[in-house]
Every structure is written in C-alpha cells, then in structure tokens.
C-alpha cells in the first residue's frame, strides 16, 4: 500500500539545496522530502493532497541551533534579573533591570512571596558588567534581601553566580577556601561571588536549586521545545547535558512522543564524567537514539566567560589588567580528554571563548590527530570567540569546524570594546568573514539561555555585526544575508553530523521547515531579525507558534 503524499504550496521556498535553491512547492510522504520544485513536477509522484496553508508565507529549512541549553525552558521556573528584555515561552514580555539597586528591589519583591522559608530564591540573567559604576553584587548586597534565606543569582553568561550569606555559611566557604573561582575582597573575605564550575558546585549542593547539575526533566523539554517552535528551530542541542539514566529517560520519553516538535542533539558534559569511563559511556549512548534523538555528541570546557573576566585570553589579557581567567581543568588534563574521546571516534564541541583557550584546543586536537589519523571528525570549537586569523588556518587544515557566538557582538561588543579586550581586538570577535575566507565550515549559535533562542536575530548579528549602542564592530567580518541563512541551517547540521537528515530542502530529508512571514532574501538586512515567524513544520506536520508576534 502506497503512503499518500501531500504537497505544501508557498509563496516562495529556499531551500539551501544548490541543485535547486528556490521552489514554490515541496512534496512530504512519511515524514520526509519526495522533492521540492512546481506542482507540476511534483505531480510526478502520483496522487496527492495539495495543503495551501502556506501560499502567502516562505518556507526555509528548519533552523538548526547548534549551542544552546534545554534548561533554556526551566530557566523561566526562576526569576528573571537581566539587563535586557526577554520573552519567555509563553510569550510574555520581561523587562530589563537596569541598576543593581533595581536588581535588588526585585528579589526584595519575590522574597516576600516564598512561604517556605526553605525554599531557595533562585534568580538568573545578571549581569553587572551593565552597570555604569561597574560595581559587584556581595553579600551586603543580598543581605537587603534576607540573610537567612539560601539566594542563588546566576550570571548570564553561566559561569559566574553571587550567593547570599546563608550559601556561603553552608558550603564551609571563608577567607582559607582554596578554590579557584571563590571571589574575596581586599581584606580576603569570601564577596559571594564564585566563577567556574568547581567554586559554584559548592554552592549547589548547599541548596535546593540542583537542576544545573542534575540534568532535565520531561516538562523542561517541551517547554524548551515550545521555544523553539515561536522561533523556527526544528534541531537543537543541549550542550553539555547530564546523561545519568534519569536524564536520558526524559530525552528518550520526549522524543518517542508523536507529538514532540523537536529533534533533540544532547552533548554529555565530559567534565560530567571521568576520562576513563566517559567515551564508553557516550558511545554506549547512541543506542537510544531515534529519528528525534541523537546522542554521542560530547562537549569540553575549557575556559569561561569574557565578560565575566573567566574567560583565558593569550597575551596581552584583559584591556583593564584583570587577571587571566579560569581553566575548568588543567590544560594537562583538557589534553588528555581531547585524546580520549578522539580515539573512541566520538565528536567534540568544545567550549572556547578567549583565544587561549581555543590555542590549547587546536593544539590537543592536531595531538590526537597525528596519534590517532581520523578524517572527516569536525571537531568544533564552539562560541570561537576571540580566536585569530592564524587559528583560523590551523583549524582549516585541521578539519576543525566553528561554532560562532554571533549573539555576543549586540549583547557585549560594546563592552569588549572598551573593557575587555579594546577596540582593535573587540573587531575580530566572532569573525564569520575570516571562518568563511579561510575555508572554515562554521555556524552561529545563541547559546540560550544566555542570550534568546531565536536564529533570525543571530543571523541579522552576523550580518550587520551591530553592538547594542548602534556601533559597527569590525565591518570586515559582516557576512552576507544568504552567508548567514545557510549557517543557520545547513552549516548547523554539518557541525552535528546530521547535514544527511536536515539543513536543507531536499529529497530524502526530514520535512522540517521554518515558515516565515518574509522572504529573508527580499528584505534589508537590517530587517532580518524582525521577520515574524508562524511556526515550523516537523516530519510533515505544521505546529503553529504559541505567540506569532516576533
């Protein structure tokens, strides 16, 4: 018995398919492309069902998001303190705070509504390297708050968290605390503040807010499905996931639903997981996998944040002469993870935001690559940040891919510019121009939820490469718009091997699609990030946006 065919009208369809990159109608059998082409062509395929419920719309490929994090769903469970706007799921509109003393009256305010006084008060998007006075959250600070209730308030780039007085008492954290990343004052008393994974553990394990650590749950994963869905995404990673069996349960138990509008790419976190026993582990992985599920994917981090000063940059460091950043393990030790899960035949993501960091990573996977020969690996560095034209090459030659934190040029440049690593290296951040000049296969990412999931606005970053002031931060490396929509799409999927089964509108393919309001090419590029989007299309079947303002 022959499945039927359906045949989805648009008004115009861009396929990222070289063989034929415009189309007016795609033919879907079994959740797959029969082709994309006229109606007439189509029909070749025998009877079918014409669906015009897109003919005033354009359909691209589903967006591929290579960085981002389920928790980008649970984080909405907790209060939001950001700097900028944000919109949830649901499509509620957030205000930006833009004080710390406005910080301070929110979690105030939130206080007064916990009954349980066990109950910690988690908050997450700060940021105060907003602030005009540049000043540092303490425990003064969140002391207005209560001095008694455990407070977590988690930085936006997630490598930096303050931490009420109650945590710090709890953890056994004082001024003889030997951990790298615990923040003391001039007198040598802990601020409350703790970079990096191993000073901010001590916190978690005090509280009751483990879900960082701990992994995902099942409703965290369709919320964070129901965000990619508002904004055309219909792949996503979850970049450095727990993978103990409750959690690949919940993955397991998302992705066999019908229902489920995602396809899920979860990277176990290596530093998870010892270096003898992880490779196995994540190999032994992909035998959960299905046709919305794909594990084996591994992510390595390595340094943290730049504009939390964690970030390890080569010589001459930050611009205002703070100390060189916060290795997560010693680089000794990143090396030998390299080689291990290189010669298991596992991919690697690997987390690199100052140049140092992406040194050290290039280095360890040429190490790997001479001892154990792999062709076709594409290892990524990931957000990729400061790296320089010379690792560039290298990473040519290597076969290595970059993912570019393209977000990072709106929500920080301005601050790279002045504060962290100045204006001549402020204009190579994040540099697609030089990736696509020198052969680099690269992609772009939000890294949400640090900055919003929404691959429109990040390509428009890569575009028109403008900070949150207005300001053109390094011309040279603008991309143009058909650059940008194809590392959205396609460039994604070949960073995560699945460029076979998505990222462009083919035959055999899965029939995911965005479904856009605007032909991307036919507007101003200043205007790329303003498209509304109606929803995707996943294995055939439309799912509307649960908001269809942008």
């Known amino acids: ?73 649970s984080a909405w469970d907790n209060t939001y303190v950001g700097f900028f706007d944000r919109t949830d799921p649901d499509g509620r509109l957030w205000p930006g705070i833009k004080t710390l003393d406005g910080v301070i009256e929110r979690l105030i305010e939130i206080e007064r509504t916990l009954d349980d006084p066990n109950q910690t008060l988690v908050a997450w998007g700060f940021d105060p390297i907003y602030f005009d006075d540049g000043v540092r959250m303490t425990l003064e600070h969140l002391d207005q708050v209560s001095r008694e209730r455990r407070i977590m308030v988690q930085h936006s780039n997630g490598h930096l968290l303050n931490a009420s007085r109650k945590v710090i ?43 960082r650590f701990d992994g995902i749950n099942t409703n965290d994963l369709w919320t964070f499905a129901k965000t990619a869905t508002n904004v055309g995404v219909t792949t996503a990673t979850d970049l450095h996931a727990r993978v103990e069996d409750q959690n690949i349960q919940a993955y397991v138990e998302a992705t066999t639903s019908a229902d489920y509008p995602l396809r899920l790419v979860p990277a176990a976190g290596a530093l998870t997981m010892s270096i003898q026993d992880g490779p196995s582990h994540v190999a032994q992985l992909k035998q959960h996998n299905n046709d919305k599920l794909y594990l084996g994917l591994c992510k390595i981090m390595t340094d943290g944040s730049i504009q939390g000063f964690t970030g390890r940059l080569k010589w001459p460091g930050y611009i205002n002469g703070k100390p060189n950043g916060i290795w997560n393990l010693p680089p000794q030790t990143l090396t030998e993870m390299v080689e291990a899960y290189h010669a298991a035949g596992l991919q690697m993501h690997m987390h690199t935001n100052g140049d140092e960091a992406s040194e050290l990573m290039i280095n360890a996977i040429e190490a790997a690559l001479h001892k154990y020969p792999r062709p076709d ?44 690593m100045g204006p001549d290296r402020a204009t190579r951040m994040d540099a697609c121009g030089t990736a696509k000049r020198l052969g680099v296969p690269y992609t772009i990412h939000s890294d949400a939820p640090v900055t919003p999931l929404d691959p429109l606005f990040t390509a428009w970053c890569a575009v028109n490469r403008q900070t949150a002031s207005g ?76 908001q269809q303002n942008h």
């Open 471 to 546: 300001r053109v931060l390094g011309s040279n490396e603008c991309i143009e718009v058909q650059d940008a929509l194809h590392a959205i799409t396609l460039g994604a999927a070949f960073t995560l091997h699945l460029d076979h089964l998505v990222g462009s509108i083919e035959s055999g393919k899965f029939a995911d699609f965005a479904v856009l309001e605007d032909d991307p090419t036919g507007v101003p590029a200043e205007a790329l990030k303003d498209i509304p989007v109606w929803g995707t299309v996943v294995g055939g079947i439309p799912r509307p946006a649960s």
């Open 1 to 73: 018995m022959t499945s039927s065919t359906t045949i989805f009208a648009a008004k115009t369809i861009l396929t990222m398919n070289s063989y034929q990159p415009v189309a007016t109608h795609v033919a879907v059998r079994d959740g797959r492309i029969l082709g994309a082409g006229s109606l007439d062509e189509l029909a070749h395929w025998g009877d079918y069902t014409l669906n015009e419920i897109f003919a005033d719309k354009v359909l691209v490929p589903g967006f591929v998001e290579a960085h981002c994090h389920a928790m980008n769903g």
């Open 377 to 420: 690996h594409r290892h990524t560095l990931t957000h990729c940040q400061m790296a320089d034209e010379a690792q560039f090459r290298r990473m040519a030659q290597l076969g290595i891919c970059s993912n570019l934190f393209a977000n990072h040029i709106y929500y920080w440049g301005d601050q790279h510019y002045s504060l962290t």
């Open 169 to 211: 008492e709890l953890a056994g954290i004082t001024s003889s605390t030997d951990v790298e990343g615990v923040m003391k004052d001039d007198s040598g008393q802990p601020t409350g503040e703790l970079g990096e994974m191993a000073a901010q553990f001590m916190a978690y394990k005090v509280t009751d807010d483990v879900r």
